[in-house]
């Protein structure tokens, strides 16, 4: 199954390719901090450039996943309307990932580090607060990197803390809930090591790979989420429009 | 066959057109919900745009009696707009050409709204005076042949006519967007009731309407609450006029200064049957289109893409948007 997968929640651009069994290929684009996200002009250059490589033509690909965040507003719409027309005008099926969750698979690259048996994914949601969800390792085990789903039942696995916004104090909250044996990453959980890290949970150091949301991971997650309609794939924004809210005050 | 898309600001839209400008399909979706707001929120229009734009580019196809493999052309409004609207139009646009190897023609919203008098049977016959009002707009073009760099001679220096139109309608007490209401009204009142400047004033060819909406805020606290709603219809048809007369006195000018012998009209303002009756006294030949291409469509942007150089594939790629109509511009 050829899978072409991308990412534009966070400030990076993260597009996979996976064929076959092969490890997939991955290009990827990540502004420094304070520099604004090039989701527009980098992700399709990236797209063409990774079928151009594994010489894969649009009606060899069998299905496409986009992460549908939660992330930056205008990077989840671009991911997600590039990828529904790119489905619809080549009739591909087409899953949307949570973002959080394909973050969390990342913990399983750590392989059995000693007493992890949960992680906590957080990504920066602006304005002092963060994009939070956890999962216990072992219910994660069905995305191994090698893609084997023997003897898994098809579907998402539970998370532990369903995905959400939380300020720093829920964040330290949620924290000591899921406990010590925590690998906690993410680019949220840099931002807020000082408020993660007191409630007992480990951050690995601030350029770990751990923290970078990576394509790579949605390549796996698609295999195990059903497709549907296309008009369902919709960004996860978790938060309602500032002029809804203001109204309502 | 050209598929254009059209994001820039609150209706989705996309539409079919062929290369000799015969529209296959122009499909409108307006999203309505910004009535409550008082005018248009971004973040709210572009979420409607990401839901909506997949059915609509469906049911313009389907309309055309056409498949993504009919097509020759892909065009999408790049700018001027809100950007997060632009977006979801031009990240849907450069998927669907690349899914196809198609080119993309990048096509600028005011050069759509001039592109929007090529389409039909007979267009009109160049060159031409183009006079563009709507709720984001309001310019002059010096229009000499069919391609992007027409010569903007007057444009606004505040609000857009549309906008004139909204801001009076609420301080009728009219909701958002006003413009068609106070129109309505306007007929049962007399436009010489009251003086609001029209800019007789302010040489040039550019246009000023923030001075006019002050002007009828302090009229309405002049006048008090009982005799402003006795005397609504009469405010608001002198109010219209003062904007009519602001729009038709520049045209006037601009036909003198450029020697120009033809006028056309677009944008929804356009729609303003006082405007429209006032600048057929002006003494040349006026073209109006049908309404649903005065106000923003995607016909009018595959009528504009049939004029502009098309981006081939890969060169499109990258193509980013813009909010403001500097990019494309000549000033003189
Ligand atoms: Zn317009």
């Known amino acids: 199954m050829t899978i072409l997968a991308f990412d534009t929640a966070t400030r990076a651009t993260t597009v996979a390719l996976s064929t076959g069994s092969a490890e997939p290929v991955e290009r990827r684009d990540d502004p420094a901090r304070g520099e604004r996200p090039r989701h527009t002009t980098r992700l399709m250059p990236m797209i063409a450039e990774l079928l151009e490589l594994g010489g894969v033509a649009w009606e060899e690909v069998d299905r496409l996943a986009v992460g549908v ?28 990932v949570p973002t959080l969750q394909s973050l969390a698979v990342n913990a399983l690259a750590c392989g059995d580090r000693a007493g992890t048996d949960v992680v906590l994914t957080v990504l920066d949601a602006r304005r002092g607060e963060a994009f939070v969800a956890a999962w216990r390792v072992s219910d994660l085990r069905g995305t191994s990197p090698g893609g084997s789903l023997s003897g898994r039942p098809a579907g998402a696995p539970q998370a532990l803390v369903g995905a959400t916004v939380a300020g720093p104090h829920a964040l330290s909250e949620i924290a000591r809930r899921v406990g010590p044996s925590t690998l906690t990453i993410g680019e949220g959980a840099v931002e807020f090591r000082e408020v993660l890290e007191p409630s007992g949970v480990s951050v690995p150091e601030d350029d770990s790979e751990l923290h970078r949301v990576t394509a ?34 | 066959m050209i598929l254009a898309i059209e994001t820039s600001c609150d209706d989705t839209c996309a539409a079919v057109v062929t290369e000799g400008g015969e529209i296959l399909a122009n499909v409108i979706s307006s999203q309505g919900v910004h009535d409550r707001f008082g005018g248009v929120v971004p973040e709210i229009a572009s979420r409607h745009h990401l839901e909506g734009i997949g059915s609509v580019l469906d049911d313009a196809l389907t309309r055309a009696g056409a498949s993504f493999e009919d097509l020759d052309l892909v065009a999408v409004t790049c700018g001027p707009g809100l950007v997060a609207a632009l977006l979801v139009g031009v990240a849907s646009a450069k998927a669907i050409a690349a899914a196809h190897r198609l080119p993309l023609a990048p096509v600028d919203h005011l050069h759509g709204h001039v592109a929007a008098t090529f389409l039909g049977p007979v267009p009109l016959e160049l060159p031409f005076l183009s006079l ?41 007490g009219l909701g958002y967007p006003g413009g068609a209401a106070l129109e309505r009204l306007a007929l049962d009142g007399d436009p010489e009731a009251f003086a609001f400047p029209a800019g007789r004033g302010m040489p040039g060819l550019d246009f000023s309407f923030a001075g006019l ?38 045209a006037t000018r601009a036909l003198e200064q450029t020697g120009l012998e033809r006028l056309a009209i677009g944008g929804g303002v356009a729609a303003n049957g006082v405007l429209r009756s006032r600048l057929r006294e002006l003494g040349v030949p006026l073209e109006v289109p049908p309404m649903e291409l005065c106000t923003d469509n995607a016909a009018m942007i595959g009528s504009a893409a049939r004029f502009v150089e098309p981006l081939s594939y890969p060169e499109y790629l990258d193509l980013d948007v813009y909010a403001s109509g500097e990019r494309r511009f000549v000033r003189t």
């Open chain 1, 69 to 96: 965040g939660p992330g930056t507003f205008t990077g989840l719409r671009v991911g997600v309307a590039s990828a529904r027309a790119l489905a619809q005008a080549r009739g591909i099926p087409l899953v949307g």
């Open chain 1, 216 to 249: 790579i991971n949605h390549c796996r997650l698609a295999r195990q989420i059903p497709d549907g309609d296309l008009a369902e794939v919709r960004p996860a924004y978790l938060r309602r429009p500032d002029a809804e809210i203001a109204l309502d005050k």
């Open chain 2, 132 to 172: 563009i009002a709507s709720g984001g707009h309001t310019l002059l073009a010096r229009v000499s042949d069919r391609g992007p760099e027409f010569e903007v001679i007057g444009q606004t220096l505040d609000d857009a006519a549309g906008e004139a139109f909204d801001k009076g309608a609420r301080l009728l």
């Open chain 2, 213 to 250: 909406k002050t002007a009828l805020l302090y009229r309405i606290r002049d006048l008090g609450e009982g005799e402003t709603t006795r005397r609504r219809a009469d405010l608001a048809a002198s109010y219209q006029r003062a904007i009519v007369e602001a729009l038709a006195l520049r």
